[in-house]
Protein backbone atom coordinates (compact mmCIF):
# COMPACT_ATOMS: atom_id res chain seq x y z
CA UNK A 1 0.00 0.00 0.00
CA UNK A 2 1.05 3.86 -0.82
CA UNK A 3 1.45 6.03 2.45
CA UNK A 4 1.34 9.81 2.63
CA UNK A 5 4.73 11.00 3.44
CA UNK A 6 4.58 12.05 7.09
CA UNK A 7 6.47 15.31 6.08
CA UNK A 8 7.43 18.71 6.90
CA UNK A 9 4.73 20.76 9.38
CA UNK A 10 5.33 24.40 10.22
CA UNK A 11 2.74 27.79 10.59
CA UNK A 12 1.68 28.89 7.36
CA UNK A 13 2.83 32.90 6.28
CA UNK A 14 4.11 32.07 2.99
CA UNK A 15 8.16 32.07 3.26
CA UNK A 16 10.11 32.62 -0.05
CA UNK A 17 12.67 30.12 1.45
CA UNK A 18 11.15 27.43 2.78
CA UNK A 19 11.11 25.82 -0.41
CA UNK A 20 15.10 25.35 -0.03
CA UNK A 21 14.53 22.86 2.40
CA UNK A 22 11.08 21.44 2.50
CA UNK A 23 10.80 21.60 -1.56
CA UNK A 24 7.31 22.53 -1.18
CA UNK A 25 5.41 24.03 1.95
CA UNK A 26 6.22 27.69 3.42
CA UNK A 27 6.30 28.50 7.63
CA UNK A 28 6.04 31.05 9.51
CA UNK A 29 9.21 31.90 11.97
CA UNK A 30 10.05 33.76 15.36
CA UNK A 31 12.98 35.12 13.61
CA UNK A 32 13.20 36.22 9.64
CA UNK A 33 15.99 34.22 8.36
CA UNK A 34 16.74 31.51 10.93
CA UNK A 35 14.66 28.27 11.13
CA UNK A 36 13.91 26.03 14.01
CA UNK A 37 13.88 22.09 13.04
CA UNK A 38 12.48 19.50 14.76
CA UNK A 39 14.41 16.04 13.70
CA UNK A 40 12.73 13.00 14.85
CA UNK A 41 15.96 11.71 15.74
CA UNK A 42 19.39 11.97 16.14
CA UNK A 43 22.27 11.39 13.65
CA UNK A 44 24.23 8.24 14.59
CA UNK A 45 27.05 9.98 12.81
CA UNK A 46 27.53 12.08 9.87
CA UNK A 47 29.62 10.05 8.33
CA UNK A 48 28.67 11.54 4.13
CA UNK A 49 28.08 7.78 2.19
CA UNK A 50 27.06 5.76 4.82
CA UNK A 51 23.10 5.30 4.85
CA UNK A 52 22.02 5.74 8.56
CA UNK A 53 18.48 7.31 8.70
CA UNK A 54 16.60 10.47 7.07
CA UNK A 55 18.05 12.68 10.38
CA UNK A 56 21.75 12.64 9.17
CA UNK A 57 20.50 12.31 5.34
CA UNK A 58 18.76 16.02 6.16
CA UNK A 59 22.21 17.38 7.28
CA UNK A 60 23.92 15.61 4.66
CA UNK A 61 21.85 17.81 2.27
CA UNK A 62 22.85 21.00 3.74
CA UNK A 63 26.27 20.65 4.20
CA UNK A 64 27.44 18.86 1.16
CA UNK A 65 26.50 19.09 -2.49
CA UNK A 66 26.41 16.16 -5.47
CA UNK A 67 27.13 16.39 -9.08
CA UNK A 68 23.55 15.56 -9.84
CA UNK A 69 20.14 16.03 -7.69
CA UNK A 70 16.83 15.46 -8.47
CA UNK A 71 14.09 18.32 -9.49
CA UNK A 72 10.48 18.82 -7.74
CA UNK A 73 9.16 16.96 -10.49
CA UNK A 74 12.06 14.34 -10.09
CA UNK A 75 13.58 14.79 -13.00
CA UNK A 76 17.28 14.56 -13.03
CA UNK A 77 19.19 18.07 -12.43
CA UNK A 78 22.74 19.86 -12.79
CA UNK A 79 24.07 20.51 -9.40
CA UNK A 80 28.58 20.30 -9.02
CA UNK A 81 27.85 19.00 -12.59
CA UNK A 82 26.70 21.26 -15.41
CA UNK A 83 26.28 18.53 -18.09
CA UNK A 84 27.37 15.08 -18.80
CA UNK A 85 27.29 12.54 -22.14
CA UNK A 86 28.45 9.06 -22.68
CA UNK A 87 30.70 9.10 -25.08
CA UNK A 88 31.61 6.98 -28.37
CA UNK A 89 34.12 4.84 -26.42
CA UNK A 90 31.26 3.88 -23.99
CA UNK A 91 32.77 6.43 -20.52
CA UNK A 92 30.62 9.01 -18.95
CA UNK A 93 32.40 12.22 -19.39
CA UNK A 94 30.89 15.01 -17.06
CA UNK A 95 31.85 18.99 -17.04
CA UNK A 96 31.89 20.40 -13.85
CA UNK A 97 30.60 23.82 -12.27
CA UNK A 98 33.12 26.32 -12.00
CA UNK A 99 33.80 28.68 -9.55
CA UNK A 100 32.95 26.37 -6.86
CA UNK A 101 34.65 26.19 -3.04
CA UNK A 102 34.43 24.08 -0.19
CA UNK A 103 33.91 25.16 3.75
CA UNK A 104 37.29 26.28 3.97
CA UNK A 105 37.71 28.05 0.56
CA UNK A 106 39.75 26.10 -1.24
CA UNK A 107 38.56 25.20 -4.81
CA UNK A 108 35.97 22.24 -5.94
CA UNK A 109 37.86 20.16 -9.24
CA UNK A 110 37.84 16.91 -10.63
CA UNK A 111 40.57 15.75 -8.40
CA UNK A 112 37.46 16.07 -5.26
CA UNK A 113 35.25 13.84 -7.77
CA UNK A 114 37.50 11.36 -7.94
CA UNK A 115 39.15 11.29 -4.17
CA UNK A 116 35.45 10.91 -3.24
CA UNK A 117 35.07 8.08 -6.00
CA UNK A 118 37.96 6.48 -4.17
CA UNK A 119 36.93 6.52 -0.72
CA UNK A 120 33.04 4.81 -1.56
CA UNK A 121 34.78 2.32 -3.62
CA UNK A 122 37.31 1.49 -1.52
CA UNK A 123 38.07 -1.80 0.17
CA UNK A 124 37.18 -1.48 3.62
CA UNK A 125 34.32 1.16 2.51
CA UNK A 126 31.05 1.07 4.33
CA UNK A 127 29.13 3.35 1.75
CA UNK A 128 25.82 3.48 0.70
CA UNK A 129 26.63 2.71 -2.80
CA UNK A 130 29.66 1.17 -2.78
CA UNK A 131 28.58 -2.03 -5.12
CA UNK A 132 27.09 0.57 -7.89
CA UNK A 133 31.04 1.53 -7.96
CA UNK A 134 32.70 -1.47 -8.33
CA UNK A 135 31.72 -1.29 -11.82
CA UNK A 136 34.32 1.60 -12.25
CA UNK A 137 37.54 0.66 -13.86
CA UNK A 138 39.20 3.81 -13.95
CA UNK A 139 38.89 7.48 -13.67
CA UNK A 140 40.26 10.18 -15.65
CA UNK A 141 40.57 14.04 -14.94
CA UNK A 142 42.21 15.75 -18.44
CA UNK A 143 41.39 18.95 -16.53
CA UNK A 144 40.08 20.41 -13.67
CA UNK A 145 36.70 20.49 -14.21
CA UNK A 146 36.10 17.60 -16.83
CA UNK A 147 36.47 13.96 -15.39
CA UNK A 148 35.25 10.78 -17.10
CA UNK A 149 34.64 7.01 -15.59
CA UNK A 150 35.13 4.02 -17.37
CA UNK A 151 32.78 1.03 -16.55
CA UNK A 152 33.15 -2.67 -17.10
CA UNK A 153 29.91 -3.04 -18.54
CA UNK A 154 27.62 0.07 -19.97
CA UNK A 155 25.59 1.98 -17.45
CA UNK A 156 23.00 3.39 -18.79
CA UNK A 157 21.80 5.31 -15.46
CA UNK A 158 25.11 5.76 -14.46
CA UNK A 159 24.28 10.19 -14.10
CA UNK A 160 21.58 8.94 -11.43
CA UNK A 161 24.35 7.06 -9.05
CA UNK A 162 25.38 10.83 -8.40
CA UNK A 163 22.12 12.36 -7.38
CA UNK A 164 21.45 9.42 -4.09
CA UNK A 165 21.71 11.74 -1.34
CA UNK A 166 24.30 10.06 -0.19
CA UNK A 167 26.65 10.60 -2.65
CA UNK A 168 28.04 14.19 -1.70
CA UNK A 169 31.24 15.42 -3.01
CA UNK A 170 33.98 16.17 -0.25
CA UNK A 171 37.09 17.88 -0.41
CA UNK A 172 40.37 15.77 -1.48
CA UNK A 173 41.99 14.70 1.31
CA UNK A 174 39.88 15.62 4.07
CA UNK A 175 39.10 13.24 6.87
CA UNK A 176 37.40 10.76 5.18
CA UNK A 177 34.68 10.27 8.24
CA UNK A 178 33.81 14.24 8.52
CA UNK A 179 35.39 15.35 4.79
CA UNK A 180 34.75 19.45 4.20
CA UNK A 181 31.51 20.23 1.90
CA UNK A 182 30.19 22.77 -0.18
CA UNK A 183 26.69 23.08 0.70
CA UNK A 184 25.15 25.97 1.54
CA UNK A 185 25.46 25.44 5.49
CA UNK A 186 28.30 24.38 7.58
CA UNK A 187 28.03 23.12 10.87
CA UNK A 188 28.76 25.77 13.39
CA UNK A 189 28.19 24.16 16.69
CA UNK A 190 26.70 20.76 18.22
CA UNK A 191 25.07 19.47 21.28
CA UNK A 192 25.31 16.11 21.48
CA UNK A 193 21.97 14.17 21.34
CA UNK A 194 20.20 17.38 21.10
CA UNK A 195 20.75 20.05 18.35
CA UNK A 196 22.70 20.97 15.73
CA UNK A 197 23.78 24.26 14.83
CA UNK A 198 24.03 25.47 11.38
CA UNK A 199 24.69 28.44 9.33
CA UNK A 200 24.77 30.37 6.03
CA UNK A 201 27.66 29.72 3.90
CA UNK A 202 28.55 33.18 2.33
CA UNK A 203 30.24 31.28 -0.52
CA UNK A 204 28.06 28.94 -1.97
CA UNK A 205 28.32 29.26 -5.90
CA UNK A 206 23.67 29.42 -6.33
CA UNK A 207 23.14 33.22 -6.68
CA UNK A 208 21.17 34.58 -3.26
CA UNK A 209 21.16 30.75 -1.93
CA UNK A 210 20.65 30.18 0.70
CA UNK A 211 18.04 32.59 1.88
CA UNK A 212 17.93 31.72 5.17
CA UNK A 213 21.61 32.73 7.61
CA UNK A 214 20.58 29.85 10.21
CA UNK A 215 19.54 26.96 10.82
CA UNK A 216 18.96 24.96 13.95
CA UNK A 217 17.99 21.22 14.28
CA UNK A 218 16.32 20.12 17.52
CA UNK A 219 15.92 16.74 18.33
CA UNK A 220 12.14 15.61 19.31
CA UNK A 221 12.29 11.44 19.65
CA UNK A 222 8.78 11.80 21.12
CA UNK A 223 6.10 12.12 18.51
CA UNK A 224 4.11 13.73 20.23
CA UNK A 225 6.17 16.39 21.94
CA UNK A 226 7.54 17.14 18.24
CA UNK A 227 3.37 18.30 17.69
CA UNK A 228 3.44 19.97 21.11
CA UNK A 229 6.39 21.73 20.21
CA UNK A 230 4.95 23.26 17.03
CA UNK A 231 1.71 24.29 18.54
CA UNK A 232 3.64 26.21 21.13
CA UNK A 233 5.64 27.89 18.72
CA UNK A 234 9.26 26.13 20.19
CA UNK A 235 9.75 25.08 16.68
CA UNK A 236 8.96 26.28 13.23
CA UNK A 237 9.32 22.86 10.84
CA UNK A 238 8.96 19.07 12.06
CA UNK A 239 9.38 16.02 10.36
CA UNK A 240 7.56 12.64 10.84
CA UNK A 241 3.84 14.07 11.96
CA UNK A 242 2.54 11.39 13.45
CA UNK A 243 -0.57 9.36 12.20
CA UNK A 244 -3.22 10.48 14.31
CA UNK A 245 -1.66 13.97 14.59
CA UNK A 246 -2.48 14.62 10.95
CA UNK A 247 -6.15 15.46 11.48
CA UNK A 248 -5.52 18.00 14.02
CA UNK A 249 -2.88 19.46 12.19
CA UNK A 250 -4.79 20.23 8.79
CA UNK A 251 -7.72 22.09 11.48
CA UNK A 252 -5.34 24.55 13.08
CA UNK A 253 -5.16 27.33 10.81
CA UNK A 254 -1.79 28.55 11.95
CA UNK A 255 -0.10 25.44 10.68
CA UNK A 256 0.24 23.80 6.83
CA UNK A 257 0.39 20.14 6.72
CA UNK A 258 2.22 19.05 3.42
CA UNK A 259 2.01 15.34 2.46
CA UNK A 260 3.08 13.48 -0.58
CA UNK A 261 2.30 9.93 -1.74
CA UNK A 262 6.11 8.21 -1.88
CA UNK A 263 7.02 5.52 0.90
CA UNK A 264 5.19 2.12 0.35
CA UNK A 265 4.75 -1.13 2.99
CA UNK A 266 5.12 -4.49 2.22
CA UNK A 267 5.21 -8.25 2.90
CA UNK A 268 8.10 -9.99 2.23
CA UNK A 269 8.28 -14.02 1.68
CA UNK A 270 11.65 -16.03 2.25
CA UNK A 271 11.36 -18.03 -1.54
CA UNK A 272 13.58 -20.53 -0.29
CA UNK A 273 11.25 -22.53 2.58
CA UNK A 274 8.43 -24.17 2.29
CA UNK A 275 5.00 -23.16 1.80
CA UNK A 276 6.33 -20.02 0.00
CA UNK A 277 9.06 -21.38 -2.45
CA UNK A 278 5.56 -22.35 -4.33
CA UNK A 279 4.93 -18.95 -5.87
CA UNK A 280 0.98 -19.91 -6.42
CA UNK A 281 0.71 -19.63 -2.14
CA UNK A 282 2.43 -16.28 -2.24
CA UNK A 283 -0.13 -15.11 -5.16
CA UNK A 284 -2.86 -16.36 -2.37
CA UNK A 285 -1.52 -14.52 -0.10
CA UNK A 286 -1.18 -11.43 -2.03
CA UNK A 287 -5.20 -11.68 -3.36
CA UNK A 288 -6.34 -12.34 0.42
CA UNK A 289 -5.47 -9.20 1.77
CA UNK A 290 -7.77 -6.28 2.46
CA UNK A 291 -5.69 -3.74 1.94
CA UNK A 292 -8.37 -1.09 2.51
CA UNK A 293 -8.76 -2.28 6.21
CA UNK A 294 -4.96 -1.85 6.71
CA UNK A 295 -5.01 2.07 5.58
CA UNK A 296 -7.80 2.49 8.07
CA UNK A 297 -6.65 1.08 10.80
CA UNK A 298 -3.06 1.43 10.87
CA UNK A 299 -2.59 4.73 8.65
CA UNK A 300 -5.85 6.55 9.80
CA UNK A 301 -7.20 6.48 6.08
CA UNK A 302 -3.73 8.75 4.82
CA UNK A 303 -2.88 6.04 1.97
CA UNK A 304 -4.23 4.10 -0.58
CA UNK A 305 -3.92 0.32 -1.68
CA UNK A 306 -0.99 -0.59 -3.11
CA UNK A 307 -2.46 -3.58 -5.58
CA UNK A 308 1.12 -4.33 -7.97
CA UNK A 309 4.44 -2.82 -7.82
CA UNK A 310 5.28 0.30 -6.42
CA UNK A 311 5.35 2.26 -9.81
CA UNK A 312 3.94 5.96 -9.77
CA UNK A 313 0.93 6.69 -12.04
CA UNK A 314 1.65 8.97 -14.50
CA UNK A 315 5.48 7.74 -14.94
CA UNK A 316 6.63 6.26 -18.58
CA UNK A 317 6.61 2.44 -16.38
CA UNK A 318 2.86 2.68 -14.67
CA UNK A 319 0.83 0.27 -16.42
CA UNK A 320 -2.79 0.25 -15.78
CA UNK A 321 -3.56 -3.55 -15.61
CA UNK A 322 -0.16 -4.67 -13.78
CA UNK A 323 -0.79 -2.24 -10.97
CA UNK A 324 -4.16 -4.43 -9.93
CA UNK A 325 -2.30 -7.48 -10.18
CA UNK A 326 -2.70 -8.19 -6.62
CA UNK A 327 -6.14 -6.85 -6.06
CA UNK A 328 -8.08 -8.60 -3.47
CA UNK A 329 -9.90 -11.40 -5.02
CA UNK A 330 -10.95 -14.46 -2.66
CA UNK A 331 -11.40 -16.98 -5.23
CA UNK A 332 -7.98 -16.44 -6.68
Same mark, same amino acid.
Given at each position: ???????????????????????????? !???????????????????????????????????????????????????????????????????????????????????????????????????????????????????????????????????????????????????????????????????????????????????????????????? !?????????? !???????????????????????????????????????????????????????????????????????????????????????????????????? !??
Amino acid at each position: MALTRRSMMGAALGLPFAAELAGRPAFA !QSRPGHLRYALATWPPNLQPWVSVGVAAGTVKMLVHRRLTSFDAKGDLKPELATSWQRLPDGAWEFKLRPGVVFHDGSPFTAADVRWTIEQIAGERSTAFMRAQFQNVVAIETPDPLTIRFRTKEPVATFPLLFANYNMPIGKAGSDPMNPVGCGPFRISAQERGTSIDLVRFDRHYAPGIPRLASIRLAVY !QDENLRVAAL !QAGDIDMCEFVPWQSMGTVEADPRLTLDTQYGPFMDVLFNGTRPPFNDPRVRRAVAHAVRREEIVKAAFFGRGKVLEGMPIVEGTPWWDAELSRGHAYNP !QR
